[in-house]
């Protein structure tokens, strides 16, 4: 057993050689860097590429993306970095290395390889029950790209599927003020970009409510916007601006108020349910199987600061069951609301 382990090695060593192992590890590297990159541009968010890291570890919360993708990409810079750790070493190391410790190296690496899947698929199942119970969202800003990145998704599954009766077709918003960065970011990307991508589901709708009746198929996207009318509108938004802000307070409402026009226009009346009562604190909004459930606050007492808002326990949840329930609750919300009407 001794003569053929040191055989092996000898035969080894001459077909891998240290410039064969480096090539090796390099194009191990490549393919995996190249898997990071695609799962990347799969995160609902992106930061920095530290930050991101984690989750490429671990979870990327895209349904496209399972275990086996995260194992993949593990055993591929798990290898090429080990064996540039190793090439190191023992360029390091004086001394031939032997048999017995050849041996001993091996049954380590076979150990690490083959614990690593488990390790990698334990903590990919782990990451996907966290974000079944709730992603935490921690700036108003990211929950802003966040549901941007929804909304377009959206969009591009709907203008991919041929028969558009899926039930993951959807959006729902209960909120004051629908126009999402028209107060803490106006004129920036963050409003721009969900301004444009809220207008794209609405051009959907649009035209296949224009379609002729024996060419239209399935129920297309359903919208449902639960909003404050324009007074309380007003009202909501007067709380971010001091008194020397009239002119963007202004502003501000023209912005929200043409946002709506325009959503209405494309969508009709019946899809934007405006109340005469200010929503509370915890707001929602479904895009697809996709919850998003924020407590969204504005500032307390007038000046508090000019404008901005905070978000806490904020939460994103891919799950359909839990948009199923939301979005049935949207539909008593509207017959509530409608009640109301009723009664005054």
Request: charged residues 25%; aromatic residues 8%.
């Amino acid at each position: 057993m001794q003569a053929l382990a040191d055989s092996l090695w000898r035969y080894g060593a001459r077909v891998f050689d240290h410039g064969g192992l480096l090539l090796l590890a390099t194009a191990l590297l490549l393919v995996g860097l190249y898997f990071a990159a695609r799962l990347r541009q799969l995160l609902p968010t992106k930061n920095r590429l530290w930050h991101d890291i984690p989750k490429l570890i671990s979870h990327v919360p895209n349904e496209t993306v399972t275990a086996w993708h995260h194992v993949r990409l593990g055993l591929l810079l798990v290898l090429g970095f080990g064996i540039v750790g190793a090439l190191l070493w023992t360029s390091l190391s004086a001394g031939d290395m032997t048999a017995n410790s050849y041996i001993a190296t091996s049954v380590g690496v076979m150990i690490g390889l083959l614990a690593l899947p488990f390790t990698l698929w334990t903590l990919y199942q782990t990451k996907r029950l966290e974000r079944l119970q709730g992603e935490p969202i921690q700036r108003f800003d990211q929950l802003i790209k966040a549901m941007t990145t929804e909304l377009r998704r959206l969009k591009l599954l709907y203008e991919e599927n041929k028969d558009r009766s899926s039930s993951a077709f959807r959006l729902c918003l209960v909120t004051n003020n629908p126009f999402f960065g028209v107060i803490t970011y106006p004129d920036k990307t963050e409003s721009r970009d969900f301004r444009l991508a809220v207008e794209g589901i609405a051009a959907c709708i649009r035209d296949h409510r224009n379609q002729r009746p024996e060419r239209r198929k399935g129920q297309g996207i359903v919208m449902k916007v639960i909003c404050a009318n324009e007074s309380r509108l007003a009202e909501f938004n007067a709380r971010y601006f001091d008194a020397s802000a009239a002119e963007e307070l202004k502003a501000a409402n023209i912005a929200s108020e043409k946002f709506l026009t325009d959503l209405i226009g494309d969508v009709g009346e019946g899809a934007i349910v405006r109340i005469g009562t200010a929503v509370g604190e915890a707001q929602y909004a479904v895009i697809g199987d996709v919850v998003f459930e924020f407590l969204l606050e504005s500032p307390h007492g007038p000046g508090a600061k000019t404008r901005g808002s905070d978000i806490a326990s904020t939460t994103r949840i891919e799950d359909k069951a839990a948009a199923d329930r939301f979005e049935r609750f949207t539909v008593f919300l509207e017959a509530l609301a409608g009640e109301q009407c009723k009664g005054h």
